[in-house]
């Protein structure tokens, strides 16, 4: 139940919400670092990618920034290269979300944040745990402030451990 309070002073009536994302707790700098650094210091991960942006427009919705799902390059898939020129951008199977490395398994628990997958045993889910995290946490907005402030609205942004290329792109 929230608080319906505010300095100890009652709120009452309804509170209304445009939007399903609605403000989140904003994790630090270390936190970002910590969970990149997870999926990149895997021995197999090349790079880590994503993208974020403000609508201009959503249909009368509020426009809200959002970040888009996390993708890795791995050893495996930068061998579908087709050529030396590094394009960051462009999917030809070389970037992988988690949807592509889930383990063999089943989602539990109610739709929300209580529904979580649970992979069959034996399989090792590292790659997929790490990225999970750190997509999730981008997901649900939790590096929003950090994200604009570093990068801009909009960009996509490609990192590795020596650094990070951003660049500002066309939306919807």
Known sequence: MADNTLA???????????????????WDESKFVELLDAVLDLPSVRAVRWEGSTPYFNDGDPCIFSIYGAQV????????????????WED?????????IRPKGE???TYG????????PGQDTT???????????????HFDNLV????????????TKGGFVTETFEHD
Do not use: C, H, M
Request: proline share 2%.
């Open 73 to 88: 390059q791995t050893d495996e898939s930068a061998a579908n290269e087709v050529d030396e020129d590094e394009d960051y």
């Open 92 to 100: 030809d199977g070389r970037w992988i979300d988690t949807y592509d």
């Open 113 to 120: 944040v209580d529904r979580k997958f649970v992979a069959e």
């Open 107 to 109: 989602w539990v628990g």
């Open 8 to 26: 100890g002073r009652p709120i009452e009536g309804d509170r209304s919400w445009f939007s399903d994302k609605r403000v989140v707790e904003q």
């Open 148 to 159: 604009i402030s570093a990068f801009g609205d909009p960009a996509r942004v490609v990192a």
């Open 127 to 141: 790659l997929y745990d790490a990225l999970e995290e750190f997509s999730s946490a981008l997901n649900k907005g």
